[in-house]
């Protein structure tokens, strides 16, 4: 809920990187006074077959390249809810930010024609490596809803409030987590073009 609420909130929003393909990363403070970030595009591809490929979410690291491993801990069938191990990909220029891993609770639910994937870190046991620093997700999460008067595009957003956590300065952080939002929406766009 918190996510959700975030997602549609325009208050604050400041630019904080353009692709050269012209999609923009926002920031605003978190609660904590962190920066959080968000991405919004048009994905060109109708949003049930997004949301069907999102849902399923087996094979992420196949089309994901921000991730390098992905793996459900546990499920809950009743509520969409499930538990997941994840690991980054090295990020930043020359891979100045180490891998990071985390354990994440995430929901996905449909409200009227929006969608949303989202969750938050959790202590839970599961993998651990004294090689990857444990970052932590406030929350975040994935949305889409479809575009006025074209059903095979939709609207594609992502919010993500991530503690990196261990040693890193603030000015790469700043570089690095826009760089991982628009490499995870390009990642988006040549999934959405398997799907057509």
């Known amino acids: 809920d918190e996510a959700w609420d975030i997602i549609h909130s325009e208050d604050g929003w400041k630019e904080e990187k353009k692709s050269d393909e012209g999609d923009v990363v926002y920031s605003k403070k978190n609660k904590k006074g962190k920066k959080m970030y968000r991405i919004k595009v048009i994905i060109d591809v109708a949003p049930e077959k997004l949301i069907a490929k999102m849902e399923k979410g087996d094979d992420l690291t196949s089309w ?3 991730v390098t491993k992905h793996e459900v801990l546990k499920e809950f069938d009743s509520s969409n ?8 990909t090295e990020a930043g ?3 100045i930010v180490s891998a990071r891993d985390f354990i ?3 929901k996905y639910e449909k409200r009227g024609n929006e969608w949303m994937q989202g969750g938050v870190s959790v202590e839970y046991p599961g993998p651990k490596s004294s ?3 444990r970052a932590w ?3 975040g999460g994935q949305f889409i809803r479809p575009v006025d008067g074209d059903p095979n595009k939709c609207e594609f957003i992502w919010l993500m409030d991530c503690e990196f956590r261990g040693w ?3 000015s790469i952080l700043e570089i690095a987590m826009p760089m991982a939002q628009i490499q995870f929406i390009a990642c988006v766009r040549k999934l959405a073009a398997t799907l057509k």
Do not use: E
């Open 64 to 66: 994901n390249t921000t």
């Open 81 to 88: 809810a499930r538990i997941s191990y994840q690991v980054t």
């Open 93 to 95: 220029p020359g891979g």
């Open 104 to 106: 994440f609770l995430y």
């Open 131 to 133: 090689k990857i620093v």
């Open 137 to 139: 997700n406030n929350p």
């Open 168 to 170: 890193l300065p603030g």
